[in-house]
T-cell receptor, first 112, second 117 residues
Framework: DAKTTQPNSMESNEEEPVHLPCNHS???????IHWYRQLPSQGPEYVIH???SNVNNRMASLAIAEDRKSSTLILHRATLRDAAVYYC?????????????FGSGTILRVKS | EPEVTQTPSHQVTQMGQEVILRCVPI?????FYWYRQILGQKVEFLVS????????KSEIFDDQFSVERPDGSNFTLKIRSTKLEDSAMYFC???????????????FGPGTRLLVL
């Protein structure tokens, strides 16, 4: 799996937007960019994924650079419940059932 | 919304004892996984399972580990002779198993916290 680089931690104020960056300079053409998060004492949870175009869902938005070497997860209004570790993971779209390789992720702290 | 369930939520065992961790994956999913997370460390892949056989396993998944799908709904992880270093949170996950994008989304259970004394 291609590697990703994320900041160790970030802090945000409640109700403000949060931009979580991820660098993946060795991404291949068939790699999807997936984001998962892990709330305290819980299992990882899917957030969003994309290939080339920016994506929105009820949880977040994903902005993908034109060269696909970086992406940004956007939480539009952070809440205390968004405090978690956020993982950026590349997944090969040509493979079936392949494992998730978790890095250290970004610890997001949300202040009230 | 369908979800992955795991039992028990907590398990305490003596070193050398056998433990079985149980999971019920989402019903129409074809791929099943076990991951573990030692306290304060990364989530680590253990094994994936498809069509009643192991499709991939990590170096962690040695001879003391085994997986089974004993019926149409359960997926189990057995640790034959537990060691102190097996103490961790064990997560089961499942995915639909079709290549590409969201069809490969993995859904995780809440985990079983295993403590080996």
């Amino acid at each position: 799996d291609a590697k990703t680089t994320q900041p160790n931690s970030m802090e945000s104020n409640e109700e403000e937007p949060v931009h979580l960056p991820c660098n993946h300079s060795t991404i291949s053409g068939t790699d999807y960019i997936h984001w998962y998060r892990q709330l305290p004492s819980q299992g990882p949870e899917y957030v969003i994924h994309g290939l080339t175009s920016n994506v929105n869902n009820r949880m977040a938005s994903l902005a993908i650079a034109e060269d696909r070497k970086s992406s940004t997860l956007i939480l539009h209004r952070a809440t205390l419940r968004d405090a978690a570790v956020y993982y950026c993971i590349l997944r090969d779209s040509m493979e079936y059932g392949n494992k998730l390789v978790f890095g250290s992720g970004t610890i997001l702290r949300v202040k009230s | 919304e369908p979800e992955v369930t795991q039992t028990p939520s907590h398990q305490v065992t003596q070193m050398g004892q056998e433990v079985i961790l149980r999971c019920v994956p989402i019903s129409n999913h074809l791929y099943f996984y076990w991951y573990r997370q030692i306290l304060g460390q990364k989530v680590e892949f253990l094994v994936s399972f498809y069509n009643n056989e192991i499709s991939e396993k990590s170096e962690i998944f040695d001879d003391q580990f085994s997986v089974e799908r004993p019926d149409g709904s359960n997926f189990t992880l057995k640790i034959r002779s537990t060691k102190l270093e097996d103490s961790a949170m064990y997560f089961c996950a499942s995915s639909r198993g079709l290549a590409g994008g969201s069809r490969e989304t993995q859904y995780f259970g809440p985990g079983t916290r295993l403590l080996v004394l």
